[in-house]
T-cell receptor, first 115, second 114 residues
Framework: GAGVSQSPSNKVTEKGKDVELRCDPI?????LYWYRQSLGQGLEFLIY????????KSGLPSDRFSAERTGGSVSTLTIQRTQQEDSAVYLC?????????????FGEGSWLTVV | DAKTTQPNSMESNEEEPVHLPCNHSTISGTDYIHWYRQLPSQGPEYVIHGLTSNVNNRMASLAIAEDRKSSTLILHRATLRDAAVYYCILRDMGSGGSNYKLTFGKGTLLTVNP
């Protein structure tokens, strides 16, 4: 597939457990983004990676959230000690670069439910 | 990022044109106007973008006011598949700032009636 791929597509976890969400960006895309969308809410920026530059972590809601991007490609978003308010769709996106004319492509999302 | 204002919701009938407005009165000369849409249970998808001139692509047209303080996304013949939330977003092409990310507002929920 040529699009942004995310896994798992659905995850139900118990409160207090750690979860990992994976994102495979479009091949050759240097910019990678994570967003979160809670039920009925807008999209909330979480973190941004661009090449070898330091990531912009300004949107991470707490220190339970972290993300890494290995080899400039695949990214993993980790949520430690999950809480019920973490239930949301986590969307990954990528783009060729950061020029504002570049299109940002989104994946289908990972639906996380914390029970 | 400069702010945009959109109606919360709009309705259209199938096969009729739809004009989705967006106000951005504080737009700067270096802001691109982007439109994305989000279909139910899917991630957002790119629709169109422009800077000063009107733009057309296979999905839609973008009409930009001469003073750039407003724009209109035009769907020429709405289909049921066009029912979605449409987001009008400004991205600064100037150096510095956080122009690399999209800042989503609440968008316009478009309902298409059969």
């Amino acid at each position: 597939g040529a699009g942004v791929s995310q896994s798992p597509s659905n995850k139900v976890t118990e409160k207090g457990k750690d979860v990992e969400l994976r994102c495979d960006p479009i091949s050759g895309h240097t910019a990678l983004y994570w967003y979160r969308q809670s039920l009925g809410q807008g999209l909330e920026f979480l973190i941004y990676f661009q090449g070898n530059s330091a990531p912009d972590k300004s949107g991470l809601p707490s220190d339970r959230f972290s993300a890494e991007r290995t080899g400039g490609s695949v990214s993993t978003l980790t949520i430690q000690r999950t809480q019920q308010e973490d239930s949301a769709v986590y969307l990954c996106a990528s783009s060729l670069g950061t020029y504002p004319g570049n299109t940002i492509y989104f994946g289908e999302g990972s639906w996380l439910t914390v029970v | 990022d400069a702010k945009t204002t959109q109606p919360n919701s709009m309705e259209s009938n199938e096969e009729e044109p739809v004009h989705l407005p967006c106000n951005h009165s504080t737009i700067s000369g270096t802001d691109y106007i982007h439109w994305y849409r989000q279909l139910p249970s899917q991630g957002p998808e790119y629709v169109i973008h422009g800077l000063t001139s009107n733009v057309n692509n296979r999905m839609a047209s973008l009409a930009i006011a001469e003073d750039r303080k407003s724009s209109t996304l035009i769907l020429h013949r709405a289909t049921l598949r066009d029912a979605a939330v449409y987001y009008c977003i400004l991205r600064d092409m100037g150096s510095g700032g956080s122009n690399y990310k999209l800042t989503f507002g609440k968008g316009t929920l478009l309902t298409v009636n059969p």
